[in-house]
């Protein structure tokens, strides 16, 4: 009896791996006169069923039986997509090597891998059904996105997996593979980012820009609106998004602590999180005043594309020297060194030395003073956003954004001198 119950449940799932890719072929193709479609929901429906008898009568007779059917099913569908093409004039394969997936796919699921085989008939039918949705996406790429999205592919699933992961240089601090790993998470980062902005953004002005904007650089996303700022009489609505880009970048410094060392995440958790909502609260409380962004903002602000080879490049060695420093000066100097490398590093990026102490934290370096460090950093970087607003937009008349940053900032810098991190 349980066998019997195997057998049925082996062949119901071939049978539904053929009507679901049957289904949506049989859907699209539901104007065409009765009789003129090469293949539709009962075709597809017997090569599912068919793969089905393939794959268990294999079990018995060997693999050469489930082989020859397929080459049978083969040669059948070459022959039908020939004579579609001589009646109907269709260069289409699509229908084609759909068939010949639904009976992989079949037999896949005959031979017990049921859960897999239907979520990867799931897959394509999500594939054939969102046809012009994903010709439309296409149609939007420019050139520029999609070198970057093959970069981002190069950087990661070919030159990645190639880098040694084991220390070299002095005290073994320079990691290829993980430095580069930290690359391709921060240009991963930067991507949503980048793509966040194109396909929501635009239209919804300061607010997407500013949310979406940051997660590729918040300081990009605070020069941008200061400059609009500098020439608009509607200055809180640029401040506002100013402050919510900063909010974003404490998100991502407690993501990036998550991914190194997930162990450090309870000593920084609570001080970025409140430094994070303070940022929200004050960009709430300016934000009132200029609730809407004018018309025309999204087709102004445009962000740098963040995944150029060169930019990644650079983020890669500024991390491989913080990391070489903070090796250094522990060594040297002990904890007072990493807090001056912090302070340092925060007035250019706060990425890298979040890296570095997360990943030295696992090592040689005490956890209270890593987090220490990275708070110290998110301070600097933050304030140093305000300098570079007051900057742009007039330093005397400006000035007073550093002290809403500071007062922003201050419940979370109380909360790590509270739990310890900041005596």
């Known amino acids: 009896m349980d066998i019997d119950y195997q057998l049925a449940l082996n062949l119901t799932a071939a049978l539904v791996v053929g009507l679901l890719i049957g289904s949506e072929r049989g859907w699209s193709g539901r104007e065409a006169n009765e009789g003129s479609r090469v293949a539709g929901l009962r075709t597809f429906g017997i090569i599912g069923v ?20 397929f080459a049978a099913v083969a ?28 009976f992989l796919l079949a037999a896949w699921a005959a031979a017990g891998q049921q859960l897999a085989a239907l979520g990867a008939a799931v897959v394509v039918v999500a594939l054939l059904g969102y046809k012009r949705v994903l010709h439309r996406w296409l149609g939007q790429i420019s050139q520029q996105e999609f070198s970057s999205g093959v970069i981002l592919l190069l950087i990661s699933v070919v030159m990645l997996p190639l880098l040694p992961d084991q220390g070299f240089g002095p005290w073994q601090a320079l990691n290829p593979y ?33 949310l979406a904007g ?5 300081t990009a996303v605070t020069i941008t609106l200061a400059n609009f700022c500098h020439k608009s009489a509607r200055k809180h609505l640029y401040i506002a998004g ?24 309870s000593l920084v958790i609570l001080p970025l999180g409140l430094m994070g909502v303070g940022m929200v ?63 340092a590093s925060g007035l250019i990026d706060v990425d890298a030395i979040t890296l570095s102490l997360s990943r030295m934290a696992t090592e040689e370096l005490a ?9 110290m950093a998110a ?29 922003a900032l201050m419940p979370g810098m109380l909360a790590g001198i509270w739990i310890g991190v900041g005596s």
């Open 242 to 265: 100013i402050l919510l880009a900063g909010s974003v970048m404490f998100a991502r410094v407690l993501i990036e602590v998550l991914v190194v060392n997930p162990a450090l995440l």
């Open 75 to 102: 040669a059948l569908v070459v022959v039908a997509h020939v004579l579609d093409f001589k009646t109907n004039q269709d260069r289409g394969t699509t229908t084609a090597f759909a068939m010949l997936l639904t």
């Open 379 to 407: 301070v600097v970087n933050t304030l140093v956003k305000g300098v570079i607003f007051a900057y742009i937009t007039g330093l005397k008349q400006n000035i007073w954004f550093v002290a809403v940053l500071a007062l």
């Open 367 to 375: 956890p209270p003073v890593a987090a220490n460090g990275i708070l």
């Open 281 to 343: 609260v004050a960009a709430g409380f300016i934000w009132r005043r200029h609730q809407q962004a004018p018309a025309n903002l999204a087709e102004q602000v445009k962000l740098p594309n963040p995944l150029q080879l060169k930019t990644a490049m650079q983020f890669g060695l500024l991390l491989a020297v913080i990391l070489l420093l903070s090796k250094a000066l522990v060594a040297w100097f002990g904890d007072s060194g990493i807090y001056a490398l912090a302070l």
């Open 50 to 69: 068919l793969g089905g008898v393939s794959a268990i009568s294999a079990q018995q007779f060997g693999n050469w039986l489930l082989v020859s059917v």
């Open 214 to 218: 940051a997660l590729a650089s918040s």
């Open 178 to 210: 993980w430095i580069w790993w930290m690359v391709v998470l921060i240009s991963g980062l930067s991507f949503v980012g980048y793509i966040a902005v194109k396909l929501t953004g635009a239209r919804m002005g300061v607010l997407i820009i500013a």
